[in-house]
């Protein structure tokens, strides 16, 4: 006899089981839990293949001790399963269901009148680093997948990576020019985080999406975020004016609040070269895996190779407190790359919280250029400021 036990969806809870051959009629094999759960005198099964032919069902059920049918649950103690849904059905889930069920587990919820987006992530082992917290590339990573269930949970988001229906039809796409985020503290392994995002007009062509995350158990907001995003068309690879019509879908979703006092003149980030930069990387090549579907490197994974160029007793030592990126030009599979950087060392000042006054001024400095290695055409400029892990 062949058997195949289905053990999704799983529960954190563990509990003693063991087989009974015909326990769930049918000439199927049952494998049980007897300890009893919110129904009276029941029993947890997960119901799998018996002798050829029998039956197949994935699931947790409920057996009634007495005899009867298998009732469908998707709740133990009070919390939902993943991917379990309740039905007259007790074999199969319908797809509308599951498709509904998903919705539930993916998105989060619209607040302040639906000008405010807001979803949880908890901290996954694998988005930490050798500290044991979050890196700058998990929060980003956060921040880009609250921003694009932003748009789907509006109900704007047609075919492309974010594009509304109106961009789709005109082949246009969101790149994004800039981005500045700080960070007053990093989350741990298993830490809830809660992002709110919203967006709004920025000059006469572009849009601005601010975020901030929250450490969900305290509602502390320890990090902020804001960027500037431009429309560009798909095939041309050419930046557009951005559409009356598209501009008429987003504009009722505007909210005009500034969460990061606008970076100025002061704050422009200084090009370096073979002369002012204290280390180059070269060799740097993109892999399949870093490209997004609007075919060009995600904006994330340049973070990781600028960070190639900085040493290492500084990676070890220090956090990113803020880090501003603006995107000069797309990358492409087939480029290999080259990371610069110079580090400088801040003059102590007064200690005040970086998130309250702007950028401010970490324990360490660094400016950073990301270019193609064959011709030096500037991919991204960068700038970032360091604090002593202690004081993160």
Avoid at 9 to 23: E, L, R
Avoid at 198 to 210: C, E, L, Q, T, Y
Avoid at 290 to 312: A, F, R, T
Avoid at 346 to 351: D, G, L, S
């Amino acid at each position: 006899m062949h058997a195949r036990i289905f053990l999704e969806p799983m529960t954190t809870t563990t509990m003693p089981m063991t087989v009974k051959s015909g326990c769930g009629g049918g000439g199927s094999n049952v494998l049980c839990s007897h300890r009893p759960m919110a129904a009276k005198n029941a029993a947890v099964c997960v119901v799998y293949r018996g002798k050829k032919g029998g039956p197949e069902v994935k699931g947790l059920v409920v057996r009634n001790a007495g005899g009867g049918s298998h009732v469908s649950v998707d709740k133990v103690n009070g919390k939902k399963v993943n991917g379990v849904v309740s039905g007259k059905d007790t074999k199969y889930a319908s797809s509308a269901s599951a498709d509904e069920s998903m919705k539930t587990f993916k998105l989060g919820k619209f607040v302040e009148g639906r000008f405010l987006y807001r979803q949880t992530f908890v901290i996954r082992s694998y988005e930490i680093g050798p500290d044991k917290t979050a890196t700058m590339e998990t929060l980003m990573n956060l921040l880009q997948e609250t921003a694009l269930n932003h748009v789907t949970g509006s109900g704007l988001a047609s075919g492309g990576f974010g594009a509304t229906h109106e961009m789709s039809l005109r082949k246009l796409i969101w790149v994004v020019t800039r981005i500045n985020i700080q960070v007053d503290k990093y989350s741990s392994w298993g830490d809830v985080v809660e992002i709110d995002t919203w967006v709004a007009a920025s000059g006469k062509n572009g849009m601005r999406r601010d975020w901030i995350i929250r450490d969900y158990n305290t509602q502390k907001i320890i990090t902020r975020a804001t960027s500037t995003w431009v429309i560009m068309n798909r095939e041309t690879r050419r930046l557009s004016k951005i559409p009356e019509q598209v501009r008429e879908e987003v504009k009722p979703f505007f909210l005009d609040r500034t969460i990061i006092p606008h970076i100025g003149i002061d704050y422009k980030i200084d090009k370096l070269n073979e002369e002012t930069a204290q280390n180059i990387r070269s060799g740097l090549a993109p892999r399949w895996s870093d490209m997004d579907v609007n075919q060009h490197v995600n904006n994330v994974k340049y973070i990781g190779w600028i960070l190639e160029s900085v040493p290492l007793n500084v990676l070890e030592d220090y956090h990113l407190s803020s880090m501003t990126l603006e995107y000069r030009r797309e990358c492409r599979q087939s480029n290999l790359l080259e990371s610069l950087t110079s580090m400088e060392t801040r003059e102590p000042e007064e200690e005040k919280p970086a998130l309250d006054d702007g950028p401010g001024k970490g324990e360490l400095g660094s400016t950073h250029l990301l270019r193609l290695q064959e011709d030096k055409a500037e991919i991204v400029r960068a700038r970032a400021e360091w604090r002593a892990k202690q004081h993160i």
